[in-house]
């Protein structure tokens, strides 16, 4: 593209974004909060080659305190499995499946994820999209979850459970919804872009995002 013509790409405002309805999970929820529990998941989640994967920590308010990844959600595209690893660990099975170079799992900013859950367990995961990096393809400049998945379905992803706590004794329904989510959104994401469902050029929010040239900006006085 002649540079004359400026740089176009797919992105949404944050007032665009908060202006669309709210998304909610309609798949199935199971909490994992037992090695037996888990056993069972992992069982079900080893016949599935794509999966979504997200992980939750509770969030700390006091600087230089680091808190450990006290969720980890993976959806297949009909239900979302809920591991509890503040209770649980990281068993066997499932860290199998998080370096199982067959089983795709998607997600966002998945390196952060990976330094996390390092502090639990030695993990060497494999397998994994990271869907920042991937929409890039589509001509997508935009690279949080909330803002490609509004892009595409023109559905919002509410923040509201973000920060609050993931140790808690029972996860509430609103944080179990949320958590689940966000996983089973990485992999409805990746379906639609797969199965060319999206054109760039016919989004609504297709646009010029070159920065202004210096030479247009107001001169700042001294």
């Not at 859950?117 to 001509?139: A, C, N, R």
């Not at 989004?203 to 247009?216: M, V």
Request: aromatic share 8%; glycine share 6%.
């Amino acid at each position: 593209m002649d540079n004359s013509e400026g740089r176009m790409a797919v992105t949404i405002t944050k007032q665009e974004l908060s202006a669309l309805p709210a998304m909610t999970y309609e798949g199935r929820v199971v909490m994992v909060d037992s090695l037996e529990k888990a056993e069972l998941a992992v069982a079900e989640l080893k016949g599935e080659i794509t999966l979504g994967f997200d992980t939750e920590t509770k969030p700390s308010f006091k600087r230089g305190q680091m808190n450990k990844v006290a969720l980890m959600q993976i959806a297949t595209r009909s239900c979302c499995y809920l591991f509890r690893l503040n209770k649980i660990g990281i068993p066997d099975g499932l860290k199998s499946i998080l370096e199982d170079s067959n089983i795709l799992k998607i997600g966002v900013s998945i390196h952060d994820d990976f330094h996390n859950l390092k502090k639990i367990t030695d993990i060497q995961p494999e397998g994994f999209l990271d869907l920042q990096s991937f929409v890039k393809g589509y001509h997508i400049a935009d690279n949080s979850l909330s803002r490609i998945y509004g892009i595409l379905f023109n559905k919002r992803i509410s923040k509201g459970q973000r920060l609050t706590n993931w140790e808690a004794a029972e996860l509430t329904p609103f944080q179990q919804a949320y958590a689940a989510l966000d996983a089973a959104a990485c992999i409805q994401i990746y379906d639609y872009l797969i199965e060319d469902k999206f054109s760039a050029q016919n989004s609504i929010y297709w646009r010029d995002i070159t920065p202004p040239s210096p030479s247009s900006k107001e001169a700042v006085k001294p």
